[in-house]
């Protein structure tokens, strides 16, 4: 159990229709990163925040969109859906901003989203 | 641009050998690496890193080299196990930034 916690677990919708996926990080952690993984593929990263605002921003589409709460829980929001975006999401948080010597991050089990 | 890059998307071992699962890296910024193993449908766990200023590092039956020169790490598992065979992806970061680069990650078979 590495502490961070996706919810759902897996999500099935209709095309066009909007979706949230909900992460709480490690006890401690400061910042929280979103992932998709496609088919077995590799990791895309798509949104990294800290402390509440946006650090970094990856291959992530318009159609979605994510921040970060005072309580430092994360929502990645998924609008629009298409048949296309139906893929794991994770989420990963780490104590730091940066990267750098002891700064891992860990990732949360994901959230399956299928789109029909 | 792929920055960090794992050019063996797959590999098989007898059980009991050694399994070599090797990365290679473009930015001579980057300060930190990191091994993940994941199996299907699971998120990623992390395994073992190193810093730049190690060349190894050694956790049980998981050792990882660094060579910076050649801007290329390795992950040693000896003695590989059936338990063992899942995607290893390596990573990469600098304090100077943000992300964390990941490579297309290697699929490890054990053959018991």
């Known amino acids: 159990d590495s502490g961070v916690t996706q919810t759902p677990k897996h999500l099935i919708t209709a095309t066009g229709q909007r979706v949230t996926l909900r992460c709480s990080p490690r006890?401690?952690?400061?910042?929280v990163y979103w992932y998709q993984q496609s088919l077995d593929q590799g990791l895309q990263f798509l949104i990294q925040?800290?402390?509440?605002?946006?650090?970094a921003k990856g291959n992530i589409l318009e159609r979605f969109s994510a921040q970060q709460f005072p309580d430092l829980h994360s929502e990645l929001n998924l609008s629009s859906l298409e048949l296309g975006d139906s893929a794991l999401y994770f989420c990963?948080?780490?104590?730091?901003?940066?990267?750098?010597?002891?700064?891992?991050?860990?990732f949360g089990e994901g959230s399956w989203l299928t789109v029909v | 641009d792929q920055q960090v890059k794992q050019n063996s998307p797959s590999l098989s071992v007898q059980e009991g050998r050694i399994s070599i699962l090797n990365c290679d890296y473009t930015?001579?910024?980057?300060?930190?690496f990191l091994w993940y193993k994941k199996y299907p449908a699971e998120g990623p766990t992390f395994l073992i890193s190193?810093?730049?200023?190690?060349d190894k590092n050694e956790d049980g039956r998981f050792t990882v080299f660094l060579n910076k020169s050649a801007k290329h790490l390795s992950l040693h598992i000896v003695p590989s196990q059936p338990g063992d065979s899942a995607v290893y992806f390596c990573?990469?970061?600098?304090?100077?930034?943000?992300?964390?680069?990941f490579g297309t990650g290697t699929s490890l078979t054990v053959i018991p």
């Open positions: 006890s401690g952690d400061l910042s």
């Open positions: 990573a990469a970061s600098a304090n100077t930034g943000n992300q964390f680069y």
């Open positions: 925040y800290y402390n509440g605002e946006e650090r």
């Open positions: 930015n001579s910024m980057f300060d930190y």
């Open positions: 190193i810093s730049s200023i190690k």
């Open positions: 990963a948080s780490s104590p730091l901003g940066q990267g750098g010597p002891g700064n891992t991050i860990y």
